[in-house]
C-alpha cells in the first residue's frame, strides 16, 4: 500500500523540536510562581512526577499509534468507528485543538499587551499575529517541522542571560527539601501536568515519522528536554526570589529578568517577551494546524490551506466582538485544561484499550 | 536584395529562386554565384553571422582551383570546413542559414551542402565583475554556449558528465543545455529541471534570468531560488556537488539548482582563503543579512515606543541629535532608505567617473545638509549608511536585492508595534523561508531539516579536509567526496 503520509516525512529531531515546541509555552511565564503558591518550594519534584505521568502517557499514545502506522488520529476515527461515530469524535478533537489555539493566541496577546503594547487593540494584535501563524499552518506537518526547527535554533541565545542572575542567589531557599509533606507536591502536580501538555500532538505526528524506531526514544528526549527547561527555569526562580515573595508575581519569569541591566540596553525583558513570541508561536500553530485538517477531513477535504485561513478570520472576527477580559480567559482556560487533561492522559489509555479490543473482534470475524 | 546574376539566368534552378522568395526584403541575405568549369555554384549566406574568411579561403577558393567539374557530393572532400552536412529539406536549409550556416548549391542538384561557416565577434573572456574574487579564477563567461562549456569543461574533464541539448524559445530559438553529473546528480531532480524547461512555451528567451522565472518553485518571494553566476569555477564546484547547471547561449549567466539559502552566502572566494578569516568572513555575511534587513526598523521600533529600553545616557545623546527633527521615526527612515535606493541605481547606470560624483554628492553632501536643515538625524543617517553597507556584504547579487526589501514592510510594522512588530517581521520572514523549495528540495537545509553534517560549510567554513560528504542539498547520490583513507 502506497503510505499516505510518505511526501511529508519529518525527521527525528523535527518530530523532537515538534513536541517540545508545543509543550513549552505560556506555561514557562507563570510556571515557578503557580507551584510555588502550591507545593511551596518543594514544587520541583512536581515537575518530576509531572514528567512520569506525560512520558507514560506519550508511550501509551505511541502504543496505540504503533498499530496503525499510516493513520493519523482523524483518519483513524473514521476508520474505527465509521463515518458518523467517526465523525463526532473528530468534532470533539477539532474544539479541543482550536481552543487551545484560541486560549494560547489570546494568552499571548494578553501578555503582550499587559507588558509591551498597553495601548494597542485586541483585533490589531490578532491581525498581526494571523500572517505568521496562517502562513506556517496552511503547511504540511514538513513545513511546521522545518520551522520548530528554526525556533529552537533561534530561541537558544536567551538562555544566556540567566547567568547574569546567579549573583544573587541563594540555593538555601531550596531547603528543607518536602517540608510540608507530600500532598501539596501532588497537588501541584495537578498544575504542571497542563504545562506538559502538548504531547499529545503524537497521535497527529506519528504517522509522518520518518522513522517509526525512534518514536518511543524521541517522545522520552522530548518530554526530557521540557523537563530540563522547567526544571531550570523553576531553580532559577526558587533560589533568586524568596519563598514568600515568589506567589506574589503573576508572572515570575519575567520579573527575574526585569532584574537584568546591561551598559548598553535595559528592560531586558521587553526584548525577551518580544523574543519569546517565537516559541509561543510553535505551541499555538501546530494547534491551528491540527484544527484546519480535522475542519478538512470532516468536509472530506485533502487540502486544508482553506480551512487554516478560514481559523485566522474567524480569530480576527472574534476580536472585533470579544475582548476577554483576564477573569474571563482565565475561565476560558480553568474549562479547557479540564478537558485537556482527559484527552490528554486518561483518553489514551481508553483508546489503546479500545483498539486491543477491536482488533480482537476483527480478528475473530 | 543583391543578385549578382550570371549570364546563364535559367540555369539557376529551384532552390535559388525558393531562397530568392524566402528572404525576399531581406538586406544581409547574399547568394554568391561561382564559377566553375562546367557548373555554376551558388553559395548562400547571411553577413555578419558567416565568417567570410572561411568562405571565400575554404569554399570558394578550392572550387575555383578544382581541375574537375566537382559535383555537390564531391564537394564534401573539397572544401577545408569542417562541420558539414548534405540536405535537401528546405527548412532545415533556411534554418541552418539563419543561425550563421552558408549553403552550397549547384545548378544541377537537388541536393545542398549546408557549411558550418558561423563567425562573429566574441568578447574576451574577463572576470565578471559583479563576482569578482581575490585569490580565485579570473575567468567569466561570455555570450557563447559553446566557449561557454568549454571554459567549464576545463574544471570537470570527468566521463560521467552529460550535457543535454534543448532548444528554448519558440521564434528565437536559443540553444541551452543542461550540465550535470550522471552518477552523482540525482535523477528525480534532472527529470523534474527537463519537465519545467519543456513547460516553457515562450516566443524568445534573451536571458538566463527570464528562465529562472518561469522554472522557480515560488514566485511570491524575495529569495533567489536558483544561482545564476558568470564564473566557471563556481558552476563547476556546484557540479561536483550533484546540482545542475543551465547554460544558455548568448547570455554570460549560468543558471545552477538546486541552490540553498546559505549557499548564496558563500562565495568562491571562502575556499581560497585560509579557514579561519574564511569562517570570520561567513559570520560577518549572517551579521550583515540581520543587519540589512532589521537595522532600520529597530530604530524606529526602540525611538517610537521602547526607548526605556535605552539606558539615560544613550537617551539623551539620541535625543539631542533628534532635537530639530519634526518628522516621525517611521517617515524620516522610509525617506532616507529611498534616497540611498535611488542613489544606488543612479550611480549603477553612469559611468563610473560619474557614478563617483553622485555618489559623493548624494551620499556626502545631501546625507550632511540634510542634518544640517533638520529634516533627519545623525543617528538616521548613520543607519541608513549601515545598512547600505551591510546589504553589500552579500555576495549574491539576487539575494542582496531581494533582501534590501524585506526592510520597507519591517519597517511599517515597527511603527504600528514596536518591537513586537519587528519580531512578527521575523517570524513572517522565518515561516515564508521554510516554506521555500528549491527544485522540491528544502531551501532552508541545512538550518530545517537540521543537517548537522552540512554544518561544516554553513554559518563557519571548517578545513576542506573535514568536509568529506557532497552537502545533502542535490540528493547526490554517491555522498562521498573524500574516501577515509586518503586526505
Known amino acids: 500500500m502506497q503510505r499516505p503520509y510518505a511526501f511529508s516525512e519529518i525527521t527525528n529531531f523535527q518530530f523532537v523540536v515538534l513536541i517540545v515546541g508545543a509543550q513549552v509555552g505560556i506555561g514557562i511565564l507563570t510556571l515557578p510562581g503557580e507551584i510555588a503558591s502550591v507545593a511551596g518550594t518543594s514544587g520541583w519534584i512536581s515537575v518530576i512526577f509531572a514528567w512520569v505521568l506525560s512520558s507514560i502517557a506519550s508511550l501509551i499514545i505511541l502504543k496505540a499509534m504503533s498499530k496503525y502506522p499510516d493513520q493519523t488520529i482523524i483518519d483513524l476515527f473514521r476508520s474505527i468507528f465509521g463515518k458518523y461515530i467517526g465523525s463526532c469524535f473528530i468534532i470533539v478533537w477539532l474544539l479541543y485543538t482550536l481552543f487551545a489555539a484560541f486560549i494560547v493566541f489570546y494568552t499571548t496577546i494578553f501578555v503582550v499587551q499587559v507588558w509591551i503594547l498597553p495601548k494597542t487593540s485586541i483585533t490589531g494584535l490578532t491581525i498581526l499575529f494571523s500572517f505568521p501563524g496562517y502562513l506556517v499552518a496552511r503547511h504540511s506537518v514538513r513545513v511546521l517541522g522545518r520551522y520548530a526547527e528554526v525556533v529552537f535554533f533561534l530561541t537558544l541565545w536567551m538562555f544566556t542571560f540567566s547567568f547574569f542572575l546567579f549573583e544573587n542567589t541563594y540555593f538555601s531557599y531550596l531547603l528543607p527539601i518536602i517540608k510540608e509533606g507530600w500532598m501539596p507536591i501532588l497537588q501541584g502536580t495537578q498544575k504542571v501536568l497542563l504545562s506538559f501538555i502538548g504531547f499529545e500532538l503524537t497521535f497527529m505526528l506519528y504517522p509522518y515519522l520518518q522513522n517509526k524506531k525512534f518514536a518511543v526514544k524521541g517522545v522520552i528526549i522530548a518530554n526530557s528536554l521540557t523537563l530540563g527547561l522547567y526544571l531550570f527555569i523553576i531553580f532559577l526562580c526558587f533560589i533568586f526570589f524568596s519563598p514568600h515573595d515568589i506567589t506574589h508575581y503573576k508572572w515570575p519569569t519575567l520579573n527575574l529578568l526585569k532584574v537584568i541591566e546591561l551598559p548598553f540596553i535595559e528592560r531586558l525583558e521587553i526584548l525577551f517577551l518580544s523574543f519569546y513570541l517565537f516559541t509561543l508561536s510553535t505551541t499555538g500553530i501546530p494547534y491551528f494546524y491540527v484544527s484546519a485538517v480535522s475542519l478538512a477531513k470532516l468536509q472530506g477535504k485533502q487540502e486544508h490551506y482553506n480551512h487554516a485561513l478560514f481559523l485566522f478570520i474567524l480569530m480576527i472576527l472574534i476580536s472585533l466582538f470579544f475582548s476577554p477580559t483576564e477573569k474571563q480567559l482565565e475561565m476560558i482556560t480553568k474549562y479547557w485544561s479540564q478537558s485537556a487533561l482527559i484527552i490528554s492522559y486518561i483518553f489514551p489509555v481508553i483508546f489503546l484499550a479500545f483498539i486491543y479490543i477491536y482488533r480482537k473482534v476483527v480478528k475473530r470475524r | ?487
Not at chain 2, 528572404?23 to 555554376?40: L, M
Not at chain 2, 523534474?192 to 534570468?209: C, F, H, P, S, Y
Not at chain 2, 560549510?457 to 568529506?468: A, V
Open chain 2, 1 to 487: 536584395m543583391r543578385k549578382r546574376l550570371g549570364k546563364g539566368n535559367q540555369r539557376k534552378n529551384e532552390l535559388y529562386k525558393k531562397l530568392q522568395e524566402t528572404f525576399k526584403d531581406v538586406t544581409d541575405f547574399y547568394i554568391r554565384e561561382i564559377p566553375a568549369k562546367n557548373n555554376q555554384f551558388f553559395i548562400a549566406y547571411i553577413k555578419g553571422l558567416v565568417d567570410s574568411k572561411v568562405i571565400s579561403e575554404f569554399v570558394i577558393k578550392p572550387i575555383m582551383e578544382a581541375d574537375e567539374k566537382p559535383s555537390i557530393d564531391q564537394m564534401h572532400s573539397l572544401t577545408y570546413v569542417n562541420n558539414i552536412r548534405l540536405s535537401k529539406d528546405y527548412d532545415a536549409i533556411t534554418n541552418a542559414l539563419r543561425k550563421g550556416n552558408s549553403v552550397l548549391f549547384s545548378s544541377e542538384s537537388d541536393e545542398c551542402l549546408i557549411l558550418g561557416t558561423p563567425g562573429w565577434k566574441n568578447r574576451d573572456i574577463r572576470e565578471p565583475q559583479a563576482e569578482s574574487t581575490i585569490r580565485g579564477s579570473h575567468q567569466g563567461f561570455i555570450e557563447n554556449l559553446k566557449i561557454n562549456l568549454g571554459l567549464f569543461r576545463r574544471y570537470v574533464p570527468d566521463r560521467n558528465l552529460k550535457t543535454i541539448q534543448l532548444t528554448l524559445g519558440k521564434r528565437s530559438q536559443t540553444q541551452a543545455c543542461l550540465v550535470f553529473l550522471e552518477d552523482i546528480a540525482d535523477e528525480d531532480l534532472v527529470k523534474e529541471m527537463l519537465k519545467r524547461l519543456e513547460g516553457i512555451q515562450i516566443d524568445a528567451v534573451l536571458n538566463t534570468g527570464e528562465i529562472q522565472d518561469f522554472i522557480e518553485d515560488s514566485s511570491i518571494t524575495l529569495f533567489p531560488q536558483f544561482l545564476i553566476t558568470e564564473r566557471p569555477d563556481t558552476t563547476a564546484s556546484a557540479i561536483y556537488q550533484g546540482k545542475i547547471a543551465l547554460f544558455i547561449d548568448h547570455s554570460p549567466g549560468v543558471l545552477i539548482g538546486p541552490h540553498n539559502f546559505s549557499s548564496f552566502l558563500q562565495s568562491v572566494d571562502d575556499y581560497s582563503i585560509r579557514w579561519l578569516p574564511a569562517s570570520f568572513i561567513r559570520v560577518l555575511r549572517y551579521v550583515s543579512f540581520f543587519v540589512a534587513i532589521f537595522l532600520p526598523s529597530l530604530y524606529i521600533a526602540t525611538l517610537s515606543f521602547h526607548y526605556e529600553l535605552l539606558p539615560l545616557d544613550l537617551i539623551i545623546s539620541v535625543g539631542e541629535s533628534r532635537e530639530r527633527v519634526p518628522i516621525p521615526p517611521i517617515l524620516e527612515a522610509i525617506f532616507m532608505e529611498i534616497v540611498i535606493e535611488v542613489l544606488r541605481e543612479a550611480g549603477l547606470r553612469l559611468p563610473s567617473p560619474i557614478s563617483q560624483t553622485v555618489g559623493i554628492v548624494g551620499g556626502i553632501v545631501i546625507g550632511q545638509a540634510a542634518v544640517e536643515a533638520g529634516i533627519v538625524s545623525n543617528i538616521m543617517v548613520i543607519v541608513v549608511a549601515l545598512t547600505a553597507i551591510a546589504s553589500f556584504i552579500i555576495p549574491s547579487q539576487d539575494m542582496s536585492s531581494g533582501i534590501r526589501l524585506f526592510r520597507f514592510p519591517i519597517m511599517v510594522l515597527a511603527a504600528l508595534y514596536g518591537m513586537i512588530g519587528v519580531v512578527i517581521g521575523l517570524m513572517i520572514i522565518v515561516a515564508h523561508f521554510v516554506s521555500l523549495e528549491t527544485l522540491g528540495t528544502p531551501y532552508s537545509n541545512p538550518l530545517a531539516p537540521t543537517r548537522l553534517r552540512d554544518w561544516k560549510d554553513f554559518i563557519i567554513r571548517l578545513p576542506m579536509q573535514k568536509m568529506k560528504s557532497r552537502p545533502t542539498q542535490a540528493r547526490a547520490n554517491d555522498q562521498i567526496r573524500q574516501s577515509k583513507g586518503d586526505k
